[in-house]
């Protein structure tokens, strides 16, 4: 899914795209504003799961 979620990133316009994990279904939501924004969805050391904007650069 990760390759599927960097193709969308790079070469279509959207607001949303969030990346749950490579087993997972992604994300995408599209709007006006097309903000572009990538979101990993990372597990922190005590299980929980916690939003990190992706810098596609």
């Known amino acids: ?6 193709w969308l990133a790079e070469n279509t316009p959207f607001d949303l795209l969030y990346f749950y ?3 997972r279904p992604i994300h995408v939501s599209y709007g ?3 903000k572009g924004e990538y979101i990993d ?5 005590t299980g929980r ?3 990190r904007k992706r ?3």
């Open 1 to 6: 899914m990760r390759e599927v979620a960097d």
């Open 21 to 23: 994990d490579e087993n």
């Open 32 to 34: 006006p504003e097309q």
């Open 41 to 45: 969805l990372v597990i922190t050391e």
């Open 49 to 51: 799961q916690v939003p």
């Open 55 to 57: 810098s596609l650069i």
